[in-house]
């Protein structure tokens, strides 16, 4: 662990501090916390936006570019990006032209739309697959990703590794405990052991992996090119192309889920490592902000798909929801492809994302703390341990809540949002100099009030 014990002490009193200065400066979203509260629990439309752990919700009036205000007129520069959902700033101008201008012209019909054909193409352009399916959100993605190499290999498991994420992929809720996969505790609900058919690996084990793919049952290997919902953890070099190859060697279908990793470049770390595997999910920010995922996959797959579809029984598989693939989403799609998600905007997010890695670790070397700053693309994150990252194991080992909850409370009360579980930080091709200033600047004075250092600001 490295945490030293006198920072987390001094963790629990900031958050103690922060929280009291947040109630203090925002009195109007004290009010609608409460208004809201008569019918939301806590509050909120959704739980996850409790996380932030203010004593209240904050409440956004508007959020544009990667600016972001509150109902009390409070200005934040956002590096949260609503958890990749924005990644590309909030409203991008193509989309939110896309969409009002489809909106008059209908939202959904349960039929494809003249933007289809167009929508396709730029697809394959970008990712290289010649298919693809549009879902609502990336966890509809990866389930139908599932049913569909169940389906197609007659096989039952499917291979995660431990530490992944997938969204509410009930297949994905499994870690590593003493050696053994079990299903995760926190999962709600959930009757039949998940354990039974999932198995999960250390990640960046490749012997690991390919022991459980040698048995040949495994379906489908679902994997983030590196884990990102947790202490963030790179493949080592070569990692992702050997696990392909051993799946192929043993029958095994392979999907790269990039809803987080697109973050390096238009392409995706699929593309920008020359990966094949037989299925690609991205989800979050592909329409700009709007909710749609979709799944690509080969030609070989389409062909296979093509003969499960025409010897199946009759009646509903299981893939599909009515809402997947609306004109709306298509047209939002459309506009985020081909006018946002650009080889100049992803070059304006990665050099300054890599300003602003280098920014975070001169504040880590210059209060001599033993972490790291990890960066993927636009993506960066503070990781506190004193190497980087290889397994899951060791990213859960090196999370401290408490200390993540102070850094993020001091920074959101002095307007900078970073995302409120774990270190994350993306930059949005809105995303200025001045921005990357305020932040590196406002996280040393954090470090500072956690080393027990004077002169940190309000």
Known sequence: ?????????????????????????????????????????????????????????????????????????????????????????????????????????????????????????????????????????????????????????????????????????????VKLDDGETKMKSSLLGQIVDIAETSIAAPFNDLEAAEAILAHEDVALVLTEPALTNTAMVLPKDGFIEKLIAAARRHGTLVCIDETHTISTGPGGFTRAHSLDPDFFVLGKPVAGGLSAAVFGFTAKVEADMAHVLETKSPGYSGIGTTLSGNMLALAAMRACLEEVMTPENYAHMISLAEKLASGLRTEVTRHSLPWTVTQIGARAELVFSSRPLESGAEAAAAIDHAVERAIHLFLLNRNVLVTPFHNMTLVAPTTTEADVKRLVSRFGEALSALCGENGTTR
């Not at 396709?120 to 697959?129: I, V, Y």
């Not at 399916?133 to 169940?150: K, M």
């Open 1 to 173: 662990m490295s945490v030293p014990p006198e920072i987390r002490q001094r963790a629990e009193a900031l958050i103690a501090s922060e929280r009291t200065l947040f109630a203090e400066r925002h009195p109007l979203s004290k009010q609608m916390a409460a208004r809201a509260g008569e019918h939301f629990p806590g509050g909120v439309p959704l739980h996850w936006m409790l996380d932030w752990e203010t004593p209240f919700p904050l409440f956004v009036r508007e959020a544009k570019g990667s600016i972001v205000t509150d109902v009390d007129g409070l200005s934040y520069s956002d590096f949260c990006l609503g958890d990749t959902g924005a990644m590309f700033g909030h409203s991008p101008a193509p989309v939110a032209r896309a969409i009002a201008e489809q909106a008059s012209t209908g939202l959904t019909a349960m039929l494809p739309s003249e933007l289809t054909a167009h929508v396709g193409e730029l697809l394959a352009a970008h990712f290289g697959f010649p298919f693809w399916q549009v879902t609502a959100t990336a966890s509809d993605a990866n389930r139908a990703v599932v049913r569909w190499a169940r389906a197609l290999t007659g096989r039952r498991k499917v291979l995660v590794f431990d530490g992944c994420y997938h969204g509410q992929l009930e297949d994905a809720f």
